[in-house]
């Protein structure tokens, strides 16, 4: 069965860096979504991307954060100069956006550790 | 802004109990989704909802959506212990997807 893949499992960095977290979606999808969960926290909305743009972001996703699908099969999240609070999992999503029920599939997440 | 409250937040059962968890939405949406999530896992769908009135079944669980008081429920049936792990509701607001806070059920034998 197809499935979101995410790279790496877990990402430890120094405060300052900057992080790429990698994410394939399932293949024929239109819709990619980035999602944060800090630990014991609830799931928190990032960005939608579609049609090579993002359509909705919320107001966690500043001008640190950026998303990129280079060569239509990655869905990348850059965080540019990683904070201590950037600490969390990442989780990708994708969605077929032309069957009826939109279901959104999740990725199996990237522990992001900034020390 | 859209807000989705869930209660109660935790949740301790007998199995063989039943139980209601509770999702309410601030905003007019017409796609609501259960996830479950296990401990370091990631999301599981469960159920989409579309419409006013939609009821979804998957074995000893199901969801109900009312469009109109902006409510959810996920029931659950004679609980067992395989169905502890943290369920979280979703209201899609033009592919913005707000969570609830979740809800942590855990089944004592």
């Known amino acids: 069965e197809p499935e979101v893949t995410q790279t790496p499992s877990h990402q430890v960095t120094q405060m300052g860096q900057e992080v790429i977290l990698r994410c394939v979606p399932i293949?024929?999808?239109?819709?990619f979504y980035w999602y944060r969960q800090i630990l014991g926290q609830k799931v928190e909305f990032l960005v939608s991307?579609?049609?090579?743009?993002?359509?909705?972001k919320s107001e966690i996703f500043d001008d640190q954060f950026s998303v990129e699908r280079p060569d239509g099969s990655n869905f990348t999240l850059k965080i540019r100069s990683t904070k201590l609070e950037d600490s969390a999992m990442y989780f990708c999503?994708?969605?077929?956006?032309?069957?009826?029920?939109?279901?959104?599939?999740f990725g199996p997440g990237t522990r992001l550790t900034v020390l | 802004e859209l807000k989705v409250e869930q209660n109660p937040l935790f949740l301790s059962m007998q199995e063989g109990k039943n139980y209601t968890i509770y999702c309410n939405y601030s905003?007019?949406?017409?796609?609501l989704y259960w996830y479950r999530q296990d401990p370091g896992k990631s999301l599981e769908s469960l159920f989409v909802?579309?419409?006013?009135?939609a009821v979804k079944q998957e074995g000893r669980l199901m969801a109900s959506l009312d469009t109109k008081a902006r409510l959810s429920t996920l029931h659950i049936t004679a609980a067992v212990h395989d169905l502890s792990a943290t369920y979280f509701c979703?209201?899609?607001?033009?592919?913005?997807?707000?969570f609830g806070a979740g809800t942590r059920l855990t089944v004592k034998p």
């Open positions: 909802l579309l419409s006013n009135g």
């Open positions: 979703a209201v899609d607001v033009n592919n913005d997807m707000r």
């Open positions: 293949s024929n999808h239109l819709y």
């Open positions: 905003t007019t949406s017409d796609r």
């Open positions: 999503a994708s969605q077929d956006g032309l069957a009826g029920d939109n279901e959104q599939f």
């Open positions: 991307f579609y049609n090579n743009e993002i359509s909705e």
